[in-house]
């Protein structure tokens, strides 16, 4: 009978080697071997059970534990890249085990399977990955906060339809782009608690014969929850879905806020200009200073949305509970979290290049008639019924458009004539400043409006930030750098 062999998971029942050809079909290690160290710390959970429920024995747990621990840190430090023939992270890692503490290696995958094992290490990787977005959407976020705090003042046309439509201030508007990438942080932070639910103990599909407790793979992995039922736990990939979403939706949050970095450092736009360590030029035109960071950012967004509907579609249709098909996951999942990466800390150090033009935004609240909204509430203000209002406003616009001047400087007699309550106290309402900073309703451009949201979204980054504090190393993985693996076995 021939024994089992170091680097093959199986053997028994067959009489040939796998296709070389498909062998390089099947294989991900090409892709997964990103999950070197997350297999290993789940791996270093999963012997330290098996010890504790006496599946391994003193000695064997001692070899198993401190080898795995020995790889992982050879693995950290630099002295051992996850790497050779094999077709996967999780058959390579067996491997270098078997090599290091020979026969014992061969007990660490009882009760274990892949199925259960590789969505460990994907949701322990997952984990790493939601917590460094977030890390960079927060510091994204300040760079427009603080920018916010500077011009509470300085007034801008707002745009509805990209037409120009009421005044509004820059903090305002930079405000909206960080309460957008707020939602995102929160989301991702409830992702982040979804992919905490632990599997390993599910095995392949239907658990096992022998007395494990996934519960304390659970507790030793750090995760927030146990499996209720194998064959879902095995088939479950809601959290990879999740993280593609919220990483998605980061990017189409900054595709639009770039969009407006492109419009608004034309000339057409002129509110903003880059500062050159965050433009680029043009081969043959000398004149030219491009926003390529934003229209990459803008394109970016394009490539997420593209990995999330391709691991929607992997994913649909799928019987239980593990497929191969499960394994395709990986790379459209690792693209859209590089993506959304890049493309936050990108985002932050183009944010911080934007040198905003106050006398250009000024110049374009001429023009537009953005008060004529203000006029009509003035006359609500003095009992017009609000369609009448409008309706009044409306030839007040027609007429200075036909004068070629502004509404506020129509004669009051002119203006009477097409709004009959109209009283010498309605320039103050045309004024685009005086309008904006009117608007005080609740989350309005106001300032001491603005103020409030500006304290209530720094109040958000600090929850964030205590929350990126708080989530910490599993267990095992402090037990392993403080060297208390077998503490208490
Ligand atoms: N490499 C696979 C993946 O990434 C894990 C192997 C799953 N098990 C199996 N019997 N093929 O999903």
Known sequence: MSEPQAGKLWGGRFGAELDPALHRFTASFP??????????????????????????????????????????????????????????????IERVLHERIGEAAGRLHTARSRNDQVSTALRLCVRGCLRELVEGV????????????????????????????????????????????????????????????????????????????????????????????????????????????????????LSRWAEEVVLWTSAEFGFAELADSVAKGSSLMPQKKNPEVAELIRAKAGRGLAALAGLLAVLKGLP???????????????????????????????AGGVRYRPDRMRQALQGGYLTATDLAEYLVRRGVPFRTAHHQAGRAVREAESRGCELWELPLEVLR????????????????????????????????????????????????????QAASQPPIYTAYREGRLLEGL
């Open 320 to 350: 239980l509970s593990y497929n191969s098909d499960l394994q395709e996951d990986k790379e459209m999942l690792f693209d859209v979290l590089d993506t959304a990466a890049g493309c936050v800390d990108a985002a932050r150090c183009l």
């Open 138 to 253: 927060v510091a994204l976020q300040e760079v427009w906060v603080e920018q916010a705090a500077d011009h509470l003042q300085t007034w801008m046309p707002g745009y509805t339809h990209l037409q120009r439509a009421q005044p509004v201030s820059l903090a305002h508007h930079l405000l909206a782009h960080a309460w957008a990438l707020n939602a995102d942080a929160r989301r991702l932070q409830q992702v982040y608690h979804h992919a905490g639910l632990s599997v390993l103990g599910a095995g392949a599909l239907a658990g096992s014969s022998l007395p494990i407790r996934p519960d304390r793979t659970a507790y030793w992995l750090g995760f927030t929850a146990l499996f209720p039922n194998s064959l879902y736990a095995v088939s479950d990939r809601d959290y990879v879905l999740e993280t593609a979403f919220g990483a998605a939706m980061v990017l189409v949050h």
């Open 31 to 92: 892709f997964d071997r990103r999950l070197v160290r997350h297999d290993l710390v789940g791996s270093l959970a999963h012997a330290r059970m098996l010890a504790e429920v006496g599946l391994l024995d003193g000695q064997d747990a001692r070899a198993v534990l401190e080898g795995l621990a020995g790889i992982l840190r050879d693995v950290e430090e630099g002295r051992l890249a996850a790497d050779g023939p094999e077709e996967d992270v999780h058959t390579w």
């Open 417 to 468: 004539s097409c709004c009959p309550q109209a009283d010498s106290d309605v320039y103050g309402a045309l004024q685009p400043e005086g309008a904006g900073a009117a608007r005080r309703s609740w989350g309005g451009p106001a300032p001491e409006r603005v103020a409030e949201q500006l304290e209530a979204i720094r109040r958000e980054l600090e929850t964030t930030r205590a929350w990126l």
